[in-house]
């Protein structure tokens, strides 16, 4: 039980001590930034998905 306050205690230390923790600017940033890339994966997905299923479709035909 010793080991796990020590575990406990230190981890709260390095928490508030050694950990740099970003402004509000810096973490509005941030989230602009994994929005939009986000997004942009998204939209390449989907139209990956359309460019395939269109593509298929138009092989599928070609064979009826």
């Not at 994966?41 to 395939?52: L, N, P, R």
Request: proline share 2%; glycine share 2%.
């Amino acid at each position: 039980m010793n080991k796990v306050s020590t575990y406990v205690r230190d981890s709260y230390h390095e928490l508030l001590e050694k950990v740099t923790w970003p402004s509000w600017m810096q973490l509005q940033q941030s989230t602009v930034i994994v929005l939009v890339a986000t997004v942009m994966i998204t939209a390449m997905v989907w139209i990956m998905d359309f460019g395939s299923s269109w593509l298929l479709k138009f092989i599928y035909s070609l064979f009826k």
